[in-house]
């Protein structure tokens, strides 16, 4: 291999690279909580049927596999009208991974005070979650709103937007293989 050809490889693998988008993680927040049971129960049972299906073996009884399939049409129905019943009254918030300096940079503006040392953080929760959930809103939610959201909401949504905002920045792209 000429190291022409190398370095085209690489301009190549580069532009890959360069180009693979910033990891993502949401946040759905639905207005009614039996609509969101509905609908995570309509998914859960559609992709067991679904599985089921997948899971018949190619000789399988025609009858049987007709009933099968039956049942997926019908999961996938109920399951198009729980979704079209949860969306309207969900709202979707959407984060992205920072670059490592935006990220290091917020890190060394938030410093661990004593107590937050003494719990092994590296960072003061108080002022660092708001403004790391701010910088990582694709939906541009200012770091004002982000905290009292921290304060207000209930203890397991506010829970889940910090671990929306704070676990992309830890989501991994790669895979250490073996070969």
Same mark, same amino acid.
């Given at each position: 291999?000429? @190291?022409?050809?190398?370095?085209?490889?690489?301009?190549?693998?580069?532009?890959?690279?360069?180009? /693979?988008? #910033?990891?993502?993680?949401?946040? #759905?927040?639905?207005?009614?909580?039996?609509?969101?049971?509905?609908?995570?129960?309509?998914?859960?049972?559609?992709?067991?049927?679904?599985?089921?299906?997948?899971?018949?073996?190619?000789?399988?009884?025609?009858?049987?596999?007709?009933?099968?399939?039956?049942?997926?049409?019908?999961?996938?129905? =109920?399951?198009?009208?729980?979704?079209?019943?949860?969306?309207?009254?969900?709202?979707?918030?959407?984060?992205?991974?920072?670059?490592?300096?935006?990220?290091?940079?917020?890190?060394?503006?938030?410093?661990?005070?004593?107590?937050?040392?003494?719990?092994?953080?590296?960072?003061?929760?108080?002022?660092?979650?708001?403004?790391?959930?701010?910088?990582?809103?694709?939906?541009?939610?200012?770091?004002?709103?982000?905290?009292?959201? /921290?304060?207000?909401?209930? /203890?397991?949504? @506010? =829970?889940? /937007?910090?671990?929306?905002?704070?676990?992309?920045?830890?989501?991994?792209?790669?895979?250490?293989?073996?070969?």
């Amino acid at each position: 291999m000429t @190291s022409k050809t190398t370095a085209n490889g690489w301009a190549a693998l580069e532009q890959r690279l360069n180009t /693979l988008p #910033k990891p993502t993680r949401t946040l #759905k927040l639905c207005a009614d909580p039996d609509v969101r049971d509905r609908y995570l129960a309509a998914q859960q049972a559609h992709a067991r049927a679904d599985e089921y299906l997948q899971s018949l073996a190619k000789d399988a009884d025609k009858d049987a596999r007709a009933l099968v399939e039956q049942k997926v049409k019908d999961a996938q129905a =109920d399951l198009d009208a729980a979704k079209a019943a949860y969306d309207p009254i969900t709202v979707t918030l959407t984060f992205k991974a920072l670059q490592r300096d935006e990220l290091q940079a917020l890190l060394d503006a938030h410093p661990p005070q004593e107590e937050d040392e003494e719990k092994g953080s590296d960072f003061h929760f108080d002022t660092f979650a708001p403004e790391l959930i701010s910088a990582a809103s694709v939906d541009e939610m200012p770091a004002a709103y982000a905290a009292n959201a /921290l304060k207000t909401w209930s /203890l397991s949504d @506010s =829970d889940d /937007l910090w671990a929306a905002a704070w676990s992309v920045q830890r989501r991994k792209r790669s895979d250490l293989g073996k070969g």
